[in-house]
C-alpha cells in the first residue's frame, strides 16, 4: 500500500504503527503547521529570503567597490613627467630656444591638448586673448662720477620689463623701498630713483608708479640680498622713462658710496619694443563632481625668451597635465565629489597675464572659456617650479594671505603638510607675499582661497634651509633660472617626483571631500 508521510510518499512497513503514517483517501484533518501549504510558504520565504540577501550583498559590494579609491600619489611616476618634460625642451629647440608667444608657446598648447583628447574624456576648452610682449633690443649704463666705469649688459644689468626707452644722465637717489611716501621725502625730480627690489611691501609696478608719480628722469632697482644675479621681472605695460633691474652687489657698491655723502652719476640709455600677440589658456575640465565647488588646478606653460623654461614651468605644467591623466586613468575619476578644471596659463612671464585674464572673465562673465561664476570656484592650486635643482619643498603658508582666505588657504596648507609628515621628508612654509609672483595672485585678491607648492627661484638658500633639505647654501635654490640652460638638465628628479605626490595626495583629498565649502570657510 501507499501512504502519504507529510508531503512524501512512501510505501508501508510493516514494522510501521497506525500512528506512523496516514494513508490515501482517509486522511484525517492535519494542523496547518503539518499542511503541505505549509511547506510551500516555508519554501517560498526561503527562497525569498535568500534573494533578498543577494540584492543587498551585491548593492554592498558595489557600492564597496565604487568607493575604494586607490591614492592617486601611487600613480605618479618619473618616466612619466619627463617624457613631458623631454617633450617641451624638444619644442623649445624647435622654437629659437624658448617657448613665449612669438617662439614655442603654441606648440606646447598643442601637445597639452592632444595628450588630453586622447582620454575622450575631458571637456576641452581654449580662452583667446591679446597680451603686449615686450623685446629688449640693447641699452648700455655707464657711471661717471665719482669715477667712471662701464657695466655689462646681462651681467651687471638689464632693463626691467616694459622699460621705456630713452637716454638719461642724472644722479642716484635713494628711497629704500618706494612703496612709501616717506620714502621720497628728499627725493629731487629729475634724480634715478635708486629703489630697492623686494616682495613684500609693494609691487615692482607701485614702486616704479611712485618713481613717475615724483618725477624721476629713470629707475635703478637693486635685487634684494637673498638674490642671486638679476632678476627678470618686471612691469605689466610699458612705463615712460628707462628702468634698469641691477645686481645686488653693483647695488650695495652703490650704496656704500651713498651713504659717504659723494654723488654717484650714471648714464643710462635704453632702446625696448612692444609687440602684441595672440595667446591662449587651455582648460580641461572633468565630467563629474559638484559644479558648485570647482578646484582651479594651475600652472603656467610659458617661459621666458631667455629659455625653454623646463623648470620655470614645464615642471608645474608637466606635474599638472599628469595629474590630469591620472584622474582620468582612476576610479578617482567617476567618483569625484567635486568638479575639476585643469588650467594651463598663458603669458604669465609678461605678468600673470593668462590667469589674471580667467578671473577677470569670470568676474565680468565676459569672453568666458566655459560657463562659470565666481561663486562656483572653491579654490586655486598652483604649481610653479618643482624641479628646481638646489631645491626647497615648499608650501605657500595660508595664514599669510589676505584676511577673506585665510581659513581656506591654511586648510589647503594642511593638506600638503599632512602628506609630508606621513612620508616623512622635511618641508617649509613660503609666504604669498606680494601676490604678483605666480598665479594664485587673481585668486587671493578676489576671495578665492589658494594653496600651492614651489621648489624656488632666485633666491639664495640659506644655511637654515641647507640644514633641511641639503643642497649648497647661498647658491641660488635654481641657478638656471629664466636662463638659456633650463633645460631637463636642469631638473632634480627626486623632488619634482615627491612635489608630484605630494600634489596627488591634496588634490584628492580636496577632491572628494564632502562639505568642501565649510573646510575652507565659507
Known amino acids: 500500500k501507499r501512504y502519504r508521510h507529510w508531503s512524501k510518499v ?44 543577494g540584492v543587498t550583498l551585491g548593492v554592498v559590494l558595489t557600492k564597496k567597490k565604487d568607493t575604494v579609491i586607490a591614492p592617486l600619489e601611487n600613480n605618479i611616476y618619473l618616466s612619466r613627467i619627463m617624457t613631458h618634460l623631454n617633450q617641451l625642451d624638444k619644442i623649445a629647440k624647435a622654437n629659437e630656444g624658448s617657448r613665449t608667444a612669438f617662439t614655442g608657446y603654441n606648440a606646447s598648447v598643442d601637445y597639452i591638448l592632444y595628450q588630453l583628447a586622447a582620454t575622450n574624456w575631458f571637456t576641452l576648452t581654449q580662452q583667446w586673448f591679446t597680451a603686449s610682449f615686450y623685446t629688449e633690443i640693447n641699452a648700455t649704463m655707464g657711471q661717471t662720477a665719482p669715477r667712471s666705469q662701464t657695466f655689462t ?87 615712460p622713462i628707462p628702468c634698469f633691474a641691477i645686481t645686488y652687489a653693483l647695488g650695495s657698491e652703490f650704496r656704500d658710496v651713498l651713504s659717504d655723502r659723494i ?35 594651475g600652472s603656467h606653460l610659458d617661459s621666458v625668451p631667455a629659455g625653454p623654461g623646463i623648470n620655470d614651468n614645464g615642471s608645474g605644467s ?13 576610479t578617482l575619476g567617476s567618483n569625484l565629489k567635486n568638479k575639476i578644471v585643469f588650467a594651463w596659463w598663458a603669458a604669465e612671464e609678461i605678468g600673470l597675464v593668462g590667469s589674471r585674464y580667467f578671473v577677470n572673465s569670470v568676474l565680468q562673465q565676459n569672453n568666458l572659456p566655459f560657463p562659470i561664476k565666481k561663486e562656483q570656484i572653491a579654490l586655486n592650486l598652483n604649481f610653479d617650479m618643482l624641479g628646481s635643482p638646489n631645491f626647497h619643498r615648499g608650501i605657500f603658508n595660508g595664514s599669510s594671505g589676505p584676511e577673506n582666505v585665510k581659513q ?71 641657478p638656471c633660472y629664466h636662463l638659456a640652460c633650463d633645460t631637463v638638465a636642469n631638473i632634480n628628479q627626486d623632488v619634482i617626483v615627491q612635489m608630484g605626490k605630494a600634489a596627488a595626495y591634496t588634490l584628492q583629498n580636496l577632491a572628494m571631500k564632502e562639505n568642501l565649502a565649510t573646510f575652507l570657510g565659507k
Open 153 to 239: 649688459l646681462k651681467q651687471d644689468f638689464q632693463t626691467l620689463r616694459f622699460s621705456g626707452s630713452g637716454s638719461v644722465s642724472a644722479k642716484l637717489n635713494w628711497v629704500n623701498t618706494g612703496c612709501n611716501d616717506s620714502d621720497w621725502t628728499s627725493f629731487v625730480a629729475g634724480d634715478i630713483a635708486f629703489i630697492q627690489r623686494e616682495a613684500v611691501v609693494c609691487s615692482i609696478a607701485a614702486k616704479v608708479a611712485m618713481a613717475v608719480s615724483h618725477n624721476a628722469a629713470a629707475v635703478v632697482m637693486m635685487y634684494d640680498p637673498q638674490g642671486t644675479g638679476l632678476f627678470s621681472a618686471g612691469l605689466t605695460s610699458a612705463a
Open 408 to 478: 581656506g588657504s591654511s586648510g589647503i596648507q594642511s593638506i600638503f603638510e599632512e602628506y609630508f609628515k606621513k612620508v616623512d621628508l622635511t618641508y617649509d612654509l613660503m609666504e604669498f607675499g606680494n601676490p604678483g609672483r605666480s598665479d594664485f595672485a587673481s585668486f587671493i585678491e578676489n576671495g578665492i582661497p589658494a594653496g600651492g607648492l614651489a621648489t624656488g627661484a632666485e633666491v639664495r638658500k640659506s644655511m637654515e634651509s641647507r640644514k633641511l633639505f641639503g643642497g649648497i647654501a647661498n647658491a641660488a635654490y635654481d
Open 318 to 330: 608637466s606635474v599638472n597635465l599628469e595629474l590630469a591623466f591620472q584622474v582620468w586613468n582612476s
Open 10 to 53: 512512501i510505501f508501508q512497513d510493516e514494522r510501521m504503527s497506525d500512528l506512523d503514517y496516514i494513508p490515501l483517501g482517509n486522511q484525517a484533518k492535519l494542523p496547518f503547521w503539518k499542511s503541505k501549504m505549509f511547506a510551500w510558504c516555508i519554501i517560498g520565504i526561503s527562497v525569498l529570503a535568500i534573494i533578498l540577501v
Open 263 to 297: 654723488d654717484v652719476r650714471l648714464d643710462l640709455w635704453a632702446l625696448t619694443e612692444v609687440k602684441n600677440a595672440t595667446n591662449a589658456n587651455v582648460f580641461a575640465t572633468t565630467p563629474g563632481g559638484d559644479e558648485n565647488n570647482i578646484i582651479v588646478v
